[in-house]
């Protein structure tokens, strides 16, 4: 099982602020990985799809970079709505595996 | 546009099965596999397995199996996750979720199942 290692776990940061979000794969998975938004009591949300693909309607403050083992979640100027939890998850092998998650909370 | 609504809320007991359907509109059925995924209270996603509408093949979790199954209604292009011989570490919020080259571009709205005496 391949597993995706996330930090930090949580992080306190002040709007128009750049966040930067690590994900490290035990093992590579190419450009398999796949990015999430999870506001509380709502259903994931994609962000950035294949590392770093953007996806239509998401913020292009959003940005994903990275292969092999090593990927980055970038948000380039912090809004207060992006108070939320960020996953990343590969789609490599199965079975499929999610990091344990990184919570952004707002200043 | 895309919508996948799941079924409501269960409270069941240690032992007991459960089905969580998942009705899906908006697109061709049997283009996209379909995932479950589900999420602990306040913990992470944990996926569950897979299903291919077009073929009926399936492929599931190893700490689940035996447990688990994903059937479908083609005809109300419906899929459904059924869990048996449920313990309390099976309750969660249950999310069914398309797949599309491998990401999850949509997610139905949950279904909270707690198992408890």
């Known amino acids: 099982e391949i597993v995706l290692t996330q930090s930090p776990d949580f992080q306190s940061v002040t709007p128009k602020e750049k966040v930067t979000i690590t994900c490290r794969a035990s093992?590579?998975?190419?450009?398999?990985l796949h990015w999430y938004q999870q506001k509380p009591g709502q259903s994931p949300k994609l962000l950035i799809k294949s590392a770093s693909q953007s996806i239509s309607g998401v913020p292009s403050r959003f940005r994903g970079s990275g292969s092999g083992t090593d990927f980055t979640l970038t948000i380039m100027s912090l809004e207060a709505e992006d108070a939320a939890a960020y996953y990343c998850?590969?789609?490599?092998?199965?079975?499929?595996?999610f990091g344990q998650g990184t919570n952004l909370e707002i200043k | 546009q895309v919508q996948l609504v799941q079924s409501g809320a269960e409270v069941k007991k240690p032992g007991a099965s459960v089905k969580v359907s998942c009705k899906t509109s908006g697109y061709t059925f049997t283009d996209y596999f379909m995932h479950w995924v589900r999420q602990s209270p306040g913990q992470g996603l944990e996926w569950m397995g897979w299903m291919n509408p077009q073929s009926g093949g399936t492929g599931y979790a190893q700490k689940l199996q035996g447990r688990v199954a994903m059937p479908m209604d083609t005809s109300i292009s419906t899929v459904y996750m059924e869990l048996s011989r449920l313990t309390s570490d099976d309750t969660a919020v249950y999310f069914c979720v398309r797949e599309y080259r491998g990401s999850y571009d949509f997610w139905g709205q949950g279904t909270r199942v707690t198992v408890s005496s």
């Open positions: 998850h590969q789609s490599s092998s199965l079975p499929e595996t």
């Open positions: 093992q590579s998975i190419g450009s398999d």
